[in-house]
C-alpha cells in the first residue's frame, strides 16, 4: 500500500487531503493519513468576528474528521522530518512512545508560526493573533480589563487599562482593531464608571499607509474610516517592545496599556528551517510541480513553499485562496505521478482581495474593481460564508451574524487560562518590579540584566542594598515568612526574569530539604 503523508492542518494541508480524497478516496492501494496538532480547521478570515462575538467561538473551525472522512488522522505535533528514512516523527499520545510514521509521498504543508524574535518582552506580555486560541485570549482580555478599570479609582492606571495597542498595519491588524475597536466601545455601555471618551484604541503601523496590499484609494478609505470611529493611527512608528504595562516604540516613546496585540509577520516553522533542502525566504523550494528538486516524492503547499507561478513567474503569495488552489494542483499531481500521468504546473490569479473593517464597513478589489463601504462588506461576508467549509458552519454563521443585528454584545468572560507555576517578564530600566510593603506573591530569578534591591531609609531616602545579576534570585523573604515585602526591587537596566509563583514555590520549599537549606542560608546573610 502506497502511504501519502501530509504534515500540517492549515489551507493547504486539508485542503490537499480533500483533493484526494476526490481522486484516490475509495482505492484500497493507497492510505491518505494527516498529521495535525488540532483536530480542526480554523477559517482565518472570520477570527476577528470572534473577538466581538459576531459569530460563536466554535464556528470558525471545521472538524477534519468530518471534513475529510477517508484520511487516517494523527492529532499530534509534528517533531521531525526525516527526508533521507522517508520518515516522520509525531509526539507521543497518552504514553511516552513516540509515534513514528513511514511515507511513499511526503506533502509539507506546515506553514508560519508567530514569532516576537529580537523584540524584548514581547513574548512575555503581547498578545499574538493568528490562532482561535489568540481570538479568544484577546476577547476575555479586553473584558477583564473593562471589569477592572471599572472599579480602578487610580487615574493613571485606567487610562493603561482603557487604552488598547494593535501593532500591524496588514490586514490581520486592520481587521483585529476594528473588531476591537467595535467591541470596546459598545460594551463599555454596560459599565457604569467607564466613560466613552476615557477609551483609546491605537493602531501602529511601520510604513506611510496602511493595507499596502490594496489600492491607495481603498486604503486611503480604510484608514479615515477608522480614525472615524475613533481608533488613533499612528503611522510610520514601529513597535520595538513591551513591558507588563507598556507599549514601547522604537525612539524611546512608551504607551502605557495592559492590552498589547502584535500581528508582526510570522516566521518560518523551525521543522521547516531544519530540512535539509534548498529554501528561498525560509520557505522550501519547489519545482513547478510543487515538488522538491531533489527529493522524489516530497511535496510543499501553503505559507512554507517557495512556488513561482508557471504564467507570471513572479511567487505566490502566502494566502489562503492561492493554498487552496496549490493543494488541488499538488493532489492531482501525486496521482499523476502514482498512475503515470502528466503533471501540472501551478498557475493561478487572485480574484480579488478583502478586507473588513468592522460595523458593516469593508474594502475590496475584486476583479480589479474597487469597492468600499456597506456593499464591500456584504460581498466580503457572501464570499466568506459560501467559502466557509461544511454546511453546518454556514448555517450556524449566518444565523450569528442574523441575531449580532438583533443583539447587544455578549459580555461573558470565559477564564480558560490555567495558573503557571513559572512564568517569564520583561522590564525595562528603571522599572519597579515590587514595592516595599507589596504582598509577596512570586519568586524572582534574573536571567539577563541587573536589578537593584534598595528600602526607604528614615532621613535618607531610597538605598540601595544590593545589585543582582543573571543566575540571583530575589523575592523569596515575603514568600518565606508570609509577610509583606520588606523592600523595593527595580530593574537597572533592560532585565529578562524567571517568576515562580507562591505555591510552586511553597510545595518545593516544603518538600526539597537541600532547596530549603539554601533559601534559609540565603535568608539568613540578607537579614545581617
Known sequence: MKRILIVGGGFGGVYTALALEKLVGRDPGVEIALVSKEN???????????ISGSIGIVDTISPIRRLCPNTNLYTR????????RNRVIATAGFGSRQCELDYDHLVVALGNVTSFAGQPGLTEHALPFKYLGDALALRNRVIHTLEEADLEPDAEMRRALL?????????SGVEAVA???????????SFRRVRPDEIRVVLLHAQGLILPELPRSLAEFAQRLLMKRGVEIRLNTRLHGATMDAALLVGGERIATRT?????????????????????KGRIVVNRHLQLPDFPGVWAVGDCAWILDAATGEPCPPTAQHAIREARCLAANIVADLRGGA??????????????????????????????????WWLWRTVYLMKLPGLDRKIRVATDWTLDLLLPPDLVQLKTDKG??????????????????????????????????????????????????????????ALVSDQARSATARSRSSVNLLAVDRDAFQALFTNLPPLRGFFEQLIAGRSR
Open 163 to 171: 487604552t488598547f495597542v494593535v501593532a500591524g498595519g496588514g490586514f
Open 343 to 376: 503533471k501540472k504546473e501551478f498557475s493561478f490569479s487572485a480574484l480579488g482581495k478583502m478586507g473588513s473593517l468592522g460595523h458593516r464597513s469593508a474594502v475590496a478589489e475584486v476583479f480589479g474593481l474597487k469597492i468600499s463601504g456597506f456593499l464591500a
Open 420 to 477: 503557571f507555576a513559572i512564568r517569564r517578564e520583561h522590564f525595562e530600566p528603571n522599572e519597579v518590579i515590587f514595592r516595599e510593603g507589596d504582598r509577596g506573591d512570586w519568586l524572582y530569578v534574573v536571567v539577563e540584566g541587573e536589578v537593584a534591591i534598595s528600602r526607604d531609609v528614615p532621613g535618607q531616602g531610597e538605598v540601595t542594598l544590593r545589585t543582582l545579576g543573571p543566575g540571583e534570585c530575589f523575592g523569596e523573604i
Open 77 to 84: 505535533t509534528v517533531e521531525k522530518i526525516d527526508l533521507e
Open 260 to 280: 498589547l496585540v502584535s500581528t508582526v509577520p510570522s516566521a518560518p516553522n523551525p521543522l521547516v528551517a531544519m530540512l535539509p533542502c534548498k529554501k528561498e
Open 179 to 189: 473588531e476591537l475597536n467595535d467591541f470596546v466601545r459598545a460594551a463599555a455601555k
Open 40 to 50: 480542526y480547521l480554523t477559517f482565518q478570515p472570520m477570527l476577528p468576528e470572534v
